[in-house]
């Protein structure tokens, strides 16, 4: 029996069983980037931990209805793109591209519908019409702004007191750092040489929370299973989101409310605003490969802040190369069948309840680091017996199948862009000779002829494959 899937819901601030509406179909909604500049790792930790759940879902059996937004609409982007002399659209292109690009270098599976908000105005106006027949709108200089006041449930999500905020206040952008009022713009009237569109609402462009609703309910229907974003998202967007939907229809908009901690750098939020970031590719340029910026983001429960340092990425890239040396020692092992065939039922038994494991941390609210835990747990118990050849052929099939399944989800094994990820190398397994010599040197050091496992290292070097030692009596090695 695999273990109850729980996630914290930040609604009701509890874990609770999660039970889609409609299963084995997962209905669930990603607020995507404004695509005016690159997405800095801040951002990419979010969408791998949205990347980490989908990929748990369905291998739990759910069918993911994913949808994302892109929004390609809003105050930077129309001045990015009047100061460059170009259309929003042309100008939105081109980060749209390096945003999808970026997310394959981390193996991220594109949701099913990846959504532009300028392609769904019609649907952004008819929502609006919706709350303005309910007269939960007014306008205002020919913009709309939604009243609060008609919605008493406002705040139930991030569980702000609204009592200090002054009521017909309002924000006259969309930057949600900047948002501190309570009536918010559904519509903004177009400013003079603006882009703007004409619809039945009067010319102009859609505010920023009124896409999300709109789009989600487009593909999604009324109610929708899971919502995710980064936390900072919560007040006032998400809010806003329900504010909207819930107003509109009369029925719960989301069911479980998921949100990813901020990741920090030396105790701050990583953010644009306070310029100490990092984008994926600055990583790549100093060498980090794209599975290790992966595993370290993806390696913190999502609930939970992450500090991000360059030590910490290189842990991460120890840890990657670890199992990856496993695997594709195991794999070779297998292939020129060096091991005793057979198998022995307590490894059997073992390499089971560490699967059970790792299953049972991420059912729990994605314990993404109880899971890890399982899986290194095993590795330490498996190295030393394919050291000393003494792992039975049907337990390495089963340790085989065990890294194959952490890796459905943490997907860091294989690299989908070896052109970026030195690594790549490595991943070519060695030649069976040099394998040997491995060994020979491993037996050289277990009875202290320092001497011998000196020279074989000096050989591997000479060949291009690094040595190094690990702690428990195992080695490693890379080719240079
Ligand atoms: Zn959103």
């Known amino acids: 029996m695999a273990a109850e899937i729980q996630f914290q819901n930040t609604l009701t601030g509890k874990k609770e069983p999660f039970v889609p509406l409609h299963p084995p179909e997962v209905r669930m909604y990603t607020c995507g980037p404004t695509v005016y500049d690159f997405a800095h790792i801040g951002n990419f930790r979010t969408f791998t931990f949205q990347d980490i759940l989908r990929r748990f879902l369905r291998q739990r059996g759910y069918q993911v209805n994913q949808v994302m937004n892109l929004t390609d609409v809003d105050d930077r982007i129309i001045q990015n793109a009047a100061q460059r002399g170009i259309g929003i659209r042309e100008y939105t292109d081109q980060y749209i591209k390096v945003f999808l690009e970026d997310c394959a270098a981390l193996s991220l599976e594109r949701p099913e519908q990846v959504i532009r908000a300028t392609d769904h105005i019609d649907d952004m106006v008819k929502l609006i019409q919706r709350l303005s027949e309910k007269s939960l709108t007014y ?103 329900i ?23 030396e105790g701050e939020k990583m953010s644009k605003s306070l310029g100490n970031f990092y984008t994926l590719r600055e990583l790549f340029e100093q060498g980090h490969k794209p599975s290790s910026i992966r595993f370290l983001l993806a390696s913190v429960p999502y609930r939970r802040q992450l500090t991000f340092s360059l030590d910490g990425l290189q842990q991460a890239a120890s840890s990657v190369e670890r199992l990856r040396n496993l695997h594709f020692r195991l794999n070779l092992e297998l292939a020129s069948k060096t091991l005793p065939p057979g198998s022995d039922s307590q490894l059997s038994d073992r390499v089971a309840k560490a699967l059970e494991e790792f299953d049972a941390g991420l059912a729990d609210d994605l314990n993404t680091a109880k899971a890890l835990g399982a899986i290194f747990t095993l590795v330490r118990e498996v190295n030393p017996l394919l050291e000393s050849k003494s792992l039975p052929e049907g337990n390495a099939q089963e340790v085989l199948a065990l890294l194959e399944n952490f890796d459905h989800i943490f997907a860091v094994l ?31 050091r277990k009875r202290r002829d320092f001497k011998r496992a000196d020279e074989i290292r000096q050989q591997l070097a000479g060949k291009g494959i690094t040595l190094e030692d690990t702690k428990d009596g195992g080695v490693r090695w890379k080719r240079t």
Request: charged share 25%; with cysteine; proline share 8%.
């Open 139 to 241: 306008t205002s200089d020919g913009s709309i702004y939604y009243r609060i006041a008609k919605f008493p449930q406002y705040g139930k999500l991030s569980k702000i007191d609204m009592s200090g905020i002054q009521p017909g206040a309002r924000v006259e952008v969309d930057r949600y750092e900047k948002a501190d009022a309570r009536d918010f713009a559904l519509w903004k009237a177009p400013k003079p040489g603006e882009h703007f569109w004409e619809t039945p609402i009067g010319p102009g462009r859609p505010g920023w929370h009124i896409e999300c609703s709109a789009m989600a309910m487009r593909y999604l229907g009324e109610t929708l299973d899971i919502h995710t974003g980064g936390v900072d998202l919560t007040f006032p967007h998400h809010e806003n989101e």
């Open 243 to 265: 504010a909207q939907s819930e107003a509109a229809t009369g029925k719960t908009f989301v069911r479980y409310w998921l949100h990813a901690e901020h990741l920090n750098i």
């Open 414 to 444: 294989r690299d989908p862009t070896p052109e970026k990820d030195i690594v790549q190398a490595s991943a070519i397994p060695l030649e069976p000779e040099l394998l040997r010599l491995i060994d020979e040197r491993q037996a050289a």
